[in-house]
C-alpha cells in the first residue's frame, strides 16, 4: 500500500533562508507526486506535482521539488524563505494511474521570522 | 476554473442526527473524493467513486456512507453522529486527462 512521510511536523526558518520540506513515499508502481499548501482557514491550493518525464519540477511562488527513484523522495525547496510561505504544506502521492486517490502525509507547519 | 462547492462552511450538529454534506463540481469530471482533515493527521480518505452509483472505501469509512447519484454531485453522509467526527471536510474531484486534483473550500462540523 502506498503511504506518505513527512519529516518534521513543524519547520522554522528565517526570511530569506532556504527552505526544506523533506517527504519520502512508498509505493508499489511508479507514483504520481504532489505537494499542495495551505493558508489558515483556506483550502488546498496545488504548489506543484510530478507525474512522468523531467525529475525537477518547478512549482508556484517560487517553490520546487525533484523526484529522487533511488531515494523514494520528493523533497520541496524554495531558495529564500518570504514570510508569506509560512503555511501547512502537504505531500501527497498517487499509485500511477492517473485520477486514483490522492494519499496525503501528515503535514509541515513552515514558520517564517523576520 | 474548475469549482468544487461544498455546501455549508460551518456546520453544528447533536450527537445522533443524521448529517448530510453536499459536493458539487461543475466540469463533468468522473471522479471524485471525500477527505477528513484533523491536527497532526493530515488528510484521510473516507471514500471515493470513479462514476456515477459507483463507491469505493478508503483508508477510514467507518460511521460515514456516500450518495452519488449524479455525476457532479457527491455526498457524504454521517448515519449517526458522534463527536469525534467533529472535524474538517474536503471534497476534491478529478481531472483525469491533466489529472489536476481540485479541492472545496471545506465544511467544518462540530459535533455537541
Known amino acids: 500500500a502506498q503511504s506518505v512521510t513527512q519529516l518534521g511536523s513543524h519547520v522554522s526558518v528565517s526570511e530569506g533562508a532556504l527552505v526544506l520540506l523533506r517527504c519520502n513515499y512508498s509505493s508499489s508502481v511508479p507514483p504520481y507526486l504532489f505537494w499542495y499548501v495551505q493558508y489558515p482557514n483556506q483550502g488546498l491550493q496545488l504548489l506543484l506535482k510530478?507525474?512522468?518525464?523531467?525529475?525537477l519540477v518547478k512549482g508556484i511562488n517560487g517553490f520546487e521539488a525533484e523526484f529522487k527513484k533511488s531515494e523514494t523522495s520528493f523533497h520541496l525547496t524554495k531558495p529564500s524563505a518570504h514570510m508569506s510561505d509560512a503555511a501547512e504544506y502537504f505531500c501527497a502521492v498517487s499509485e500511477g494511474q492517473a485520477g486514483t486517490a490522492l494519499i496525503f502525509g501528515k503535514g509541515t507547519t513552515l514558520s517564517v521570522s523576520s | 476554473d474548475v469549482k468544487v462547492t461544498q455546501s455549508s462552511r460551518y456546520l453544528v450538529k447533536r450527537t445522533g442526527e443524521k448529517v448530510f454534506l453536499e459536493c458539487v463540481q461543475d466540469?463533468?469530471?468522473?471522479?471524485m473524493f471525500w477527505y477528513r482533515q484533523d491536527p497532526g493527521l493530515g488528510l484521510r480518505l473516507i471514500y471515493f467513486s470513479y462514476d456515477v452509483k459507483m463507491k469505493e472505501k478508503g483508508d477510514i469509512p467507518e460511521g460515514y456512507s456516500v450518495s452519488r447519484e449524479k455525476k457532479e454531485r457527491f455526498s457524504l453522509i454521517l448515519e449517526s453522529a458522534s463527536t469525534n467526527q467533529t472535524s474538517m471536510y474536503l471534497c476534491?474531484?478529478?481531472?483525469?486527462?491533466?489529472?489536476?486534483?481540485?479541492f472545496g473550500n471545506g465544511t467544518r462540523l462540530t459535533v455537541t
Open positions: 466540469m463533468d469530471h468522473e471522479n
Open positions: 476534491a474531484s478529478t481531472d483525469v486527462a491533466a489529472f489536476t486534483v481540485t
Open positions: 510530478y507525474t512522468t518525464g523531467a525529475t
